[in-house]
């Protein structure tokens, strides 16, 4: 086979979806060395994904977002049938309406229809446009968990048949170290005190961080020797979060360091007393994961796929309600017996998924498509 993927959506990106695309990559260069690939990639991430295997090819292509959407529906169809494709593989939602090959699409999640008013105007009205059309003309979906999958076939009234879930995997690097001069420098630069409450992920409405800003306003026992950490880079609504930051009451416990590069992500973890992910919707939850992996007690929202992630490896609220986080919040960092627990079964919980796996399992996808 000569299959496609369209990398554009990762450049420059660090958080769930890009990592997806990078790790998928990477794993099926390792997995499959006779199939040969055709990757479409922005010129910043030539560098990111060169020398990965004889077989794989790249395609520099231009990224600006209204070019680049231009050129996805008008000029990539043209450039799949020349460079005679067998399968495409769009791994961000969408793939050309022009369909001159088979064509594979990822649903992340449902979130521009479940929760629109966590977007941007402009985002949400693209995909609310195109997911339906893109999901009806796939040869195949990916549905990156189970929920996802659910909520596609009730929004979209999609046949079930056509749709496979493979989930996402976590990199080998996240497991339990708890390496004392790694979290002596880590404290040194963004400036900890002994307990760290953290939350890993984009700063934006959809993962409710107001809500957790107030629950942990509400833990007033614990506030002389912790802080609350939101780690991650600012998305769009980010503005709401700093407001609730300023009237908290708490605003000097509160630590916003902005981007944290990957390969701190692990320590990071390590070095929390409690991961916390109140998201008000999740397609997967890779922090969830990550943090389970590095054998953190971690406090996460029992709605749409955390749960199944999760399983009993983690404590899970209502993420509407304030009380239901602080609560879970303050018996995370206090029972010593349930943390033990989490900290056990975390790791154990997290050892199916791989993105070995995840390569494997999509390579069967296109092979299934290739087929038909």
């Known amino acids: 086979m000569r299959i496609a993927i369209n990398t554009l959506g990762s450049q420059g990106r660090a958080y769930g979806g890009a990592r997806y695309i990078r790790s998928l990559v990477s794993w099926l260069a390792k997995v499959d060395p006779k199939n040969e690939y055709v990757l479409y990639v922005s010129r910043e991430d030539v560098p990111r994904f060169s020398g990965l295997a004889p077989n794989f090819q790249l395609v520099p292509t231009v990224a600006y977002r209204p070019l680049r959407i231009l050129w996805e529906q008008a000029g990539l169809p043209w450039d799949l049938e020349r460079r005679r494709v067998d399968v495409y593989h769009g791994p961000g939602f969408v793939a050309p309406?022009?369909?001159?090959?088979?064509?594979?699409?990822?649903?992340?999640?449902?979130?521009?229809f479940l929760l629109p008013e966590c977007h941007h105007f402009t985002k949400r009205h693209y995909f609310r446009c195109l997911i339906p059309k893109c999901v009806r003309r796939a040869n195949q979906v990916i549905a990156v968990s189970e929920n996802t999958k659910r909520d596609i076939i009730r929004v979209l009234g999609s046949e079930g048949e056509k749709i496979k879930v493979v989930y996402h995997g976590k990199d080998e690097g996240f497991h339990p170290d708890r390496a004392a001069t790694t979290s002596c420098r880590l404290r040194a630069k963004y400036g900890l005190p002994m307990r760290v409450i953290l939350f890993v992920g984009l700063i934006e409405p959809r993962k409710n961080l107001e809500?957790?800003?107030?629950?942990?306003?509400?833990?007033?026992?614990?506030?002389?020797?912790?802080?609350?950490?939101?780690?991650?880079r600012l998305g769009w609504g980010y503005q709401a979060v700093f407001r609730a930051v300023s009237e908290s009451g708490v605003k000097d416990r509160v630590i916003l360091p902005g981007f944290i590069p990957e390969r701190e992500l692990p320590s990071l973890y390590n070095l929390a007393d409690v991961v916390v992910y109140p998201s008000l919707y999740e397609g997967f939850g890779l922090p969830v994961l990550e943090a389970m992996a590095c054998g953190v007690p971690v406090v996460t929202s029992r709605v749409s796929s955390m749960p199944e992630i999760a399983g009993d490896a983690a404590l899970l609220v209502d993420p509407y309600d304030v009380g239901d986080i602080a609560q879970a919040l303050e018996r995370a960092l206090v029972d010593r017996a349930l943390r033990e627990r989490l900290a056990n079964e975390g790791p154990k919980r997290c050892q199916p998924f791989t993105w070995q796996r995840t390569a494997r399992e999509t390579l069967a996808v296109y092979e299934e498509v290739a087929g038909k």
């Open 97 to 112: 309406l022009i369909k001159t090959t088979r064509q594979v699409i990822t649903i992340h999640d449902m979130t521009f």
């Open 211 to 232: 809500r957790l800003v107030r629950a942990y306003a509400k833990l007033k026992n614990l506030h002389q020797d912790s802080c609350l950490l939101l780690a991650g």
